[in-house]
């Protein structure tokens, strides 16, 4: 004779029925998270790889006009100021080799530059700090320069260059991020081979030779 069903059997088997369905539901879901948090983090650094793409274009072309400063007198007079401006949020310089005036300078996280035909008779970077500017740099950063001379007691730096007879030795670049502040900057080092200073009066070529002085 047959053993009947136990009546609690059926009860059992639906809660085992039950469990294995949650079961089945959270590995699901555990799934769909890993798959979303994966797509994420592919997402997070191809946007990193770009930013870092922009950042070494934009620092190449920074670097290529901090490297191609002129040192072009203002005036005849004895100890005259070079055609050079630094600041800590903006830098005005003469280019030797395109013979333009270039302002660069941190406009609201970006980093833009305006350059203009150096005329002669110029002595200053009005007119090409109002010029319409292109985005060297764009992004949440923040930007500030610093230049240094190498004295006999060593490097000293200062947050400003104008109004001076000759150029920096070494021109700084620190670029920080504003989205994550404990974060090192980002720093470019340049130091510019210089030719002696050369004056351009009126009418001058610009072209070196017999206007070096």
């Not at 085992?16 to 769909?32: N, R, Y």
């Not at 798959?35 to 922009?54: H, I, N």
């Not at 949020?89 to 030797?96: E, F, K, S």
Request: net charge positive; charged share 20%.
């Amino acid at each position: 004779m047959r053993k009947g069903r136990k009546s609690g059997d059926g009860g059992f088997a639906m809660l085992e029925a039950l469990v294995v369905l949650l079961l089945s539901t959270l590995i699901f879901q555990a799934l769909l998270l890993s798959a979303y948090l994966v797509t994420r983090s592919s997402a997070a650094a191809s946007r990193d790889a770009g930013s870092v793409e922009r950042l070494a274009t934009g620092l190449t072309a920074l670097r290529r006009d901090l490297s191609e400063v002129a040192a072009i007198k203002t005036s005849e007079r004895p100890g005259a100021p070079l055609l050079f401006y630094g600041g800590e949020r903006a830098i005005g310089l003469a280019t030797g080799s395109t013979d333009q005036l270039v302002w660069i300078s941190a406009r609201s996280g970006d980093l833009v530059r305006s350059a203009i035909a150096r005329l002669p008779s110029a002595t200053g970077f009005e007119k090409v700090s109002a010029a319409p500017p292109t985005a060297l740099l764009q992004g949440a950063w923040d930007y500030r320069f610093s230049f240094a001379q190498n004295t006999g007691k060593g490097i000293v730096w200062s947050s400003s260059w104008f109004d001076r007879p000759r150029l920096p030795d070494i021109i700084r670049l620190q670029i920080w991020s504003k989205s994550d502040a404990r974060r090192a900057p980002l720093t470019l080092v340049v130091s510019p081979h210089v030719d002696p200073p050369r004056l351009c009066p009126e009418g001058a070529s610009c072209e070196g030779g017999a206007d070096a002085t």
